[in-house]
DNA sequence: CAGCTGACAAAGA
DNA sequence: ATCTTTGCCAGCT
């Protein structure tokens, strides 16, 4: 286990901003599959993080973050709703009616690339 | 100080 | 298959 796993504090966004920095460019990961790459189950947590991450340092591209069924569920969250399908549309995600199109191929378990 | 909320998910019925 | 319940834990009221 990394750096990662073995943590349950306030260190939490944290840990949550360093999974999400490393989704690669037209990929994106769901909530889920962060907070079990913590080693925790608070995928609401992981929102909330994302929340927190308006003027994070370095950015953290949130709208690479979508719930298990790759839908764009915190869009009204962001300074305009349809940023975040504009940047997945152009880093070559398909986002049809707030729906990411193809999600299992998109996906980008953590847990997979990160922990090897 | 105590309870409710929430960008979710998995298990039970 | 859908609907309901529980866990999760920081932040707000």
Redesign the pocket.
Same mark, same amino acid.
């Given at each position: 286990m990394s750096k990662f796993t073995e943590n *349950?504090?306030?260190d939490?966004?944290f840990l949550v901003y360093e999974i999400v920095r490393c989704i690669p460019r037209g990929r994106v990961s #769901?909530? !889920?599959a962060i907070a079990k790459a913590i080693g #925790? *189950?608070? #995928? $609401?947590?992981v !929102?909330?993080a994302? @929340?927190?991450?308006h003027g994070v340092q370095p950015p953290v591209p949130?709208h690479r973050?979508v @719930? $298990?069924?790759g839908v764009l569920?915190? *869009?009204h969250?962001?300074s305009d709703p349809g940023a975040m399908q504009r940047q997945l549309e152009e880093e070559g995600i398909r986002v049809v009616n707030d729906k990411v199109q193809n999600f299992e191929q998109v996906f980008w378990d953590p847990l997979k690339e990160i922990n090897l």
């Open positions: *349950k504090s306030p939490f966004f #769901s909530y !889920g #925790s *189950k608070a #995928s $609401r947590q !929102g909330m994302m @929340n927190f991450s949130a973050v @719930n $298990r069924i569920t915190g *869009k969250h962001f």
